[in-house]
């Protein structure tokens, strides 16, 4: 395995690593990037789809307007994710369920890698691609990339919509309030692959610190987040996590 050249764990965080049981990793879009998975706002730029910037076609206004539009836009995405694999750091994390006592997984992904990659029991604060919910009873429907998606709600015969938090939406009740609970009960707080830019999930590291864990970021670039982080690994996700294993008990 490849080190990033000047990449260096240092000493206090292996020797927490080693030392944890209760271990909240948070993830964004980068986690998912070396799987191919295009993220939104990294290198500066933002996604767009067919000219529409993600977060006006993403978003709940969107579906009152044109519902078509943005399944069309979510089964691309899904389309585009049938021929990717979860990459190291998917199932990096995916043995850490196995490391830790008490290990909590919260993802802003609805891509399910991490399911893939073998993570049980993620919380998903965004919701999940491979999902469908009615817009009048929220009947949900979960489908995999074999099977098509459901057209309309087989219980009341209204539409679906991707189980997806659209701009302008509430996230999942129970989601977040669990991830609250863990993110303020943790020791280790690792925060993987994202511009922290998006909130309440980009409170929950500051959650975390503000309950006394160590926070360590994980990035190729600085975020809001950088300077309040106790250790920043400016690398990708990838090539990082793995790079834990070599930490034993002192
Ligand atoms: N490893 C780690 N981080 C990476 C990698 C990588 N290989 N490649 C890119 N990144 C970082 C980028 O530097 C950027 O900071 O991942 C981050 C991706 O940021 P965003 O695209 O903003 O994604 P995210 O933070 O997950 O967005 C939050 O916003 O668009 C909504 O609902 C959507 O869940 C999403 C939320």
């Keep these: 395995?490849?080190?990033?050249?000047?990449?260096?764990i240092s000493e206090e965080l292996r020797r927490r690593f080693a030392g944890a049981t209760r271990v909240l990793v948070l993830t964004g879009a980068g986690v998912s990037a070396e799987s191919g998975v295009p993220t939104f706002r990294g290198g500066g730029d933002t996604a767009v789809w067919k000219g529409l910037p993600f977060d006006v076609i993403s978003s709940a206004h969107m579906v009152q307007q044109d519902l078509p539009a943005v399944w069309e836009w979510f089964d691309y995405?899904?389309?585009?994710?049938?021929?990717?694999?979860?990459?190291?750091?998917?199932?990096?994390?995916?043995?850490?369920?196995?490391?830790f006592e008490d290990f909590t997984l919260v993802t802003q992904n609805v891509d399910?890698?991490?399911?893939?990659?073998?993570?049980?029991?993620?919380?998903?604060?965004?919701?999940?691609?491979?999902?469908?919910?009615?817009?009048?009873?929220?009947?949900?429907?979960?489908?995999?990339?074999?099977?098509?998606?459901?057209?309309?709600?087989?219980?009341c015969g209204d539409a679906v919509l991707p189980d997806v938090v659209l701009f302008g939406e509430l996230l999942p009740t129970g989601a977040f309030e669990r991830a609250v609970e863990k993110a303020a009960a943790c020791e280790l707080c690792l925060v993987v692959g994202t511009s922290a830019l998006v909130y309440p999930a980009a409170?929950?590291?500051?959650l975390a610190k503000a309950s006394g864990a160590f926070v360590c970021e994980v990035n190729p670039e600085r975020?809001?987040?950088?300077?309040?982080?106790?250790?920043?690994?400016?690398?990708?996700?990838?090539?990082?996590?793995?790079?834990?294993?070599?930490?034993?008990?002192?």
């Design 1 to 8: 395995m490849q080190i990033p050249s000047g990449m260096f």
């Design 77 to 99: 995405r899904r389309d585009l994710l049938k021929s990717l694999e979860p990459n190291a750091a998917h199932k990096t994390l995916a043995d850490w369920q196995h490391r």
């Design 112 to 155: 399910g890698l991490h399911q893939r990659g073998g993570s049980r029991d993620v919380i998903e604060l965004h919701g999940s691609i491979w999902r469908a919910r009615c817009i009048s009873c929220h009947s949900r429907y979960e489908f995999s990339a074999e099977e098509l998606r459901p057209q309309e709600c087989v219980g």
């Design 203 to 206: 409170g929950l590291p500051e």
């Design 223 to 250: 975020t809001p987040l950088s300077d309040f982080c106790d250790e920043i690994l400016m690398g990708k996700a990838g090539e990082v996590l793995p790079l834990f294993a070599e930490s034993r008990e002192p």
